[in-house]
């Protein structure tokens, strides 16, 4: 199989409501959908998301990110990975999105290629991954609703952003404790603490039976995070600081974290993924599947992530949910919430629909 030819699309979705975090607001949001055309005939379809103020990027840098790539992938076997994934890297560093755009396509060709779904290509026999629901930074009470609205619909494991006021936040998870008292509650500060601060709301947030702190310190403070974690009576998770193997590696040799968050556009797609995940179980350390903002593409090929290894043991791939029921994608996953079940279609399992 060779590749004969790749486009890439931008598309705007819209989200149904603001989206706020400690880094920023987001109300509606763009992605680029790329088609990467064999002389097999198949075609592989993928997805990368810019979210500037996680990784730097922007549609547009992921448009010409994906055009600079071009040359060094037409005519290449798709399932060259690392040597194609060698190539992105010699020709830019960092653009995880764009090389998540390239790679997200490359393993949907592979596994149609080999006629089976992406997640038993990667080798995973469990066709169902559990995901969270994520609360963005609001009024407390307004949260608290939330927090019942998600329970009602069926959803285990809520993810409560926090990391801007500490009063508010504390109103806040007490609030969303009685309104979803069943709920596995995981915070997320988006690196909004110093470590006094953090000291502080990880014993306050013990006492909430919170299970799981993300990304308390900024992302260059992994000492920090190492540091925090010696005291934290909750395991600590690192999203922001870990966006490459050489990071996750760092991070483990610094016993910075219990849990990585790997997000497909953080870390160039499902190459890197897999090298993260694996740097992470050799050292005892589990790991979720996030997102950012990306749609049902690439959020189907994280649940195909997130299915094929056991060491994935969460995943918070909801963002799909945020979006206008306009956005021009089927996609072979079916949500019964809380469960996103895969199909046997091939590959991610998705066709463009408009
Ligand atoms: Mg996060």
């Given at each position: 199989m060779r590749i004969t030819a790749i486009s890439a699309e931008p598309v705007s979705v819209k989200l149904n409501e603001p989206f706020v975090v400690s880094l920023g607001v987001i109300d509606s949001a763009e992605t680029v959908f790329t088609r990467v055309e064999t002389d097999s005939g198949l075609v592989g379809y993928g997805e990368g998301t810019g979210v500037g103020f996680v990784t730097g990027e922007s549609t547009d840098t992921v448009l010409s990110a994906i055009r600079a790539f071009t040359p060094a992938l037409i005519?290449?076997?798709?399932?060259?990975i690392d040597h194609l994934h060698r190539d992105m890297d010699r020709i830019l560093v960092g653009n995880g999105s764009a090389k998540a755009a390239i790679d997200l396509a490359l393993y949907d060709l592979m596994a149609k290629g080999a006629g089976l779904p992406l997640y038993q290509f990667l080798g995973?026999?469990?066709?169902t991954v559990e995901t969270d629901q994520t609360i963005g930074l609001g009024e407390p009470e307004e949260m608290a609703r939330h927090a019942r609205e998600i329970a009602a619909q069926g959803y285990h494991e809520i993810k409560v952003k926090a990391g801007s006021d500490d009063e508010q936040d504390e109103a806040a998870i007490s609030l969303i404790r009685l309104a979803a008292p069943e709920a596995h509650l995981k915070v997320d500060?988006?690196?909004?603490?110093t470590v006094p601060q953090a000291l502080r709301m990880l014993q306050m947030y013990a006492k909430a039976g919170v299970v799981a702190l993300e990304q308390p310190l900024p992302y260059w403070d992994v000492d920090g995070t190492a540091y925090l974690r010696t005291r934290s009576p909750i395991p600590v998770m690192i999203d922001e600081?870990?966006?490459t193997p050489y990071d996750a590696s760092r991070i483990v040799q610094r016993q910075a974290a219990d849990l990585i968050n790997i997000k497909l556009m953080k870390c160039g797609g499902i190459y890197p993924a897999l090298q993260i995940n694996a740097i992470a179980e050799a050292a005892g350390v589990n790991c979720m599947v996030g997102c950012m903002l990306e749609s049902r593409l690439a959020i189907g090929a994280g649940a195909h992530l997130a299915a094929s290894r056991?060491?994935?043991?969460?995943?918070?791939?909801?963002?799909?949910?945020?979006?206008?029921?306009?956005?021009?994608i089927a996609s072979a996953f079916e949500l019964e919430a809380p469960y996103i079940h895969l199909t046997d279609a091939l590959g991610i399992g998705v066709s463009l629909v408009g």
């Open positions: 005519g290449a076997n798709p399932y060259a995973g026999v469990n066709a500060a988006n690196q909004g603490w600081s870990c966006f056991p060491n994935i043991v969460y995943a918070d791939l909801d963002s799909f949910n945020d979006f206008d029921d306009s956005t021009a």
